[in-house]
């Protein structure tokens, strides 16, 4: 019995001296107010609950700066819109651990020289890289797209046009389609591997999806055992040396994988680099299905869509000197007003993303208006842009989505005008402008040779649990159906800028 008790008591002692060592904490002067919480996870539960709302509250109560922790991480909040720059340009304020740390709690790996290997592998999807990206892309989606309009019910296969329209769940449509086309322009074609296709990684990577925020907080994968069996169907890849024989694989895959093995980094370090970038590719098959449910859902938003894309092929066609598809150049399809500000919007109402740093060193940060506070060495800084982003003074009816919000639109915070009303990407991205380019490509073809429609009925909605994902899941998934338009006059992606 006194043995019981003496290791009951030390059990007790250590907690508590763990307690004061790694999770409470005394505000120095001139720090952000410190969030109050539960002794254990903080403010977890009340983030996880409903992110933007929590945030909301905390900014009434504490101002534009203030402090949470999630587990054993404290976390500065800048909420004003305005101090972006200037959170972005703290040299003191370092992605590298973040990233380090999503690499080892998420995807399970190490890159070394990471620095270096990011700045050479983003440039192969940007300037001539981008074009070339784009050119594969367009070619595996036109592949995508002549594979669902052909539709097998018991052994009758029929061609989706006329009368027979085909029927599909609107994330598995995307997923047939775009994130299909995704697929293959990253890791190109090859010899068929069971589990080494869209569909079976789409549907591993949505349930490993589901627990990233718990993953990159430092909690083992292990605890989770829906999350380790996709992952370990994830990483059933081809070897290396075999992905870089694969056909129409990408410049940034072949780059980074030739990096790695140079840095002799393990087979499975290179398999996590591959799901990081497919990751991220991932939100922008998340962002095509937001995109495409907003233009179904409201009539308005359709009908301005479908004849900026028809007025486009239209014009087209006037001056087209030869028959066959019509050259479409980026420049043509990148600079739709209406397109892109219903993407605008759709990042808007849908992205979840934390712009998060690690604080290197103690730091007096100041802000726009002026304001100081003292940052701790180890702690984290962010901005969370969703609470911007439904700031009902930065955007009139914040909840409601509208079309054309974004057209030849300035928006204002405290009667100032903002230099970045839209922050739906890290600052750091380096492949932002592509996902975009290949969400507008995808979205005006489309447009152009598909009728596609809601079932009767059927709605959805951002499933706020999953604040801290780049773009938020739909509660549901719904049904839509989809046909190929009669008479349409097909695109082709034109890889050249036009005189």
């Known amino acids: 019995m006194v043995a019981v008790t ?82 972005a340009r703290e040299k003191v304020f370092d992605f590298d651990p973040i990233q380090r740390q999503v690499n080892h709690n998420v995807f399970n790996f190490e890159l070394i020289d990471a620095r270096k290997m990011l700045s050479e592998a983003g440039k192969k999807v940007n300037g001539r890289f981008l074009t070339t990206g784009m050119r594969n892309f367009a070619d595996n989606l036109k592949n995508a797209f002549a594979k669902v309009s052909t539709v097998d019910e018991n052994g009758n296969i029929y061609q989706t046009i006329g009368d027979n329209w085909g029927q599909d769940g609107l994330r598995d449509l995307t997923s047939k389609t775009l994130f299909s086309a995704l697929f293959y322009t990253i890791f190109g074609q090859g010899d068929a591997i069971e589990t080494f296709e869209p569909q079976t990684f789409y549907k591993n990577f949505d349930s490993f999806h589901k627990y990233f925020n718990y993953l990159w907080l430092g909690l083992p994968v292990k605890l989770f055992p829906k999350a380790t069996a996709a992952l370990n169907v994830l990483s059933q890849q081809p070897t290396s040396d075999e992905m870089l024989k694969r056909p129409g694989v990408s410049d940034y895959i072949k780059f980074s994988t030739e990096f790695m093995k140079a840095n002799n980094q393990s087979e499975q370090d290179i398999v996590g ?37 028809q007025d486009l092929v239209e014009r087209k066609t006037e001056t087209a000197t030869e028959n066959g598809p019509l050259g479409i150049s980026i420049e043509e399809f990148d ?55 439904k700031d009902p003074e930065i955007f009139e009816d914040p909840e409601i989505f509208k079309h054309d919000r974004f057209v030849d639109a300035k928006f204002y915070k405290n009667g100032k005008e903002l230099k970045n009303p839209l922050v739906a990407f890290g600052s750091l991205c380096p492949g932002k402008k592509y996902s975009l380019l290949q969400t507008k490509w995808f979205l005006v ?44 006059q097909e695109l082709d992606f034109l890889a050249r800028r036009q005189c």
């Open 445 to 488: 073809n489309l447009m152009n040779s598909f009728d596609v429609r809601l079932v009767e009925g059927q709605k959805t909605e951002c499933d706020v649990n999953y604040y801290g994902h780049e773009i938020l899941p739909p509660t549901n998934d719904v049904q839509v159906q989809y046909r190929l338009k009669e008479k349409f």
């Open 273 to 309: 680099h591959n799901l990081v970038f497919l990751h991220v590719n991932y939100n922008t098959f998340r962002l095509a299905f937001w995109v495409l449910y907003h233009i179904l859902d409201d009539r308005a938003t359709f009908m301005a869509l479908h004849k900026e894309v």
């Open 335 to 389: 600079k739709l007003p209406i397109l892109d500000s219903i993407i605008r919007e759709t990042l808007r109402v849908t992205s979840g993303v934390f712009m998060v740093r690690y604080i290197t060193q103690d730091v007096e940060f100041e802000m726009d208006n002026g304001d100081k506070a003292l940052m701790r060495e180890g702690d984290r800084v962010a901005m969370y842009p969703p609470a911007i982003h």
């Open 6 to 87: 003496v290791y009951l008591a030390a059990i007790a002692i250590g907690l508590t001296v763990a307690f004061f060592k790694f999770i409470y904490r005394r505000r120095r002067p001139n720090e952000p107010e410190i969030v109050p919480g539960n002794l254990l996870w903080g403010n977890g539960a009340e983030f996880a609950e409903h992110a933007v709302n929590f945030l909301h509250r905390c900014q009434k109560k504490f101002g534009d700066i203030f402090t949470i922790r999630l587990l054993n991480q404290y976390i500065t909040l800048v909420l004003d819109p305005h101090s972006y720059e200037n959170l």
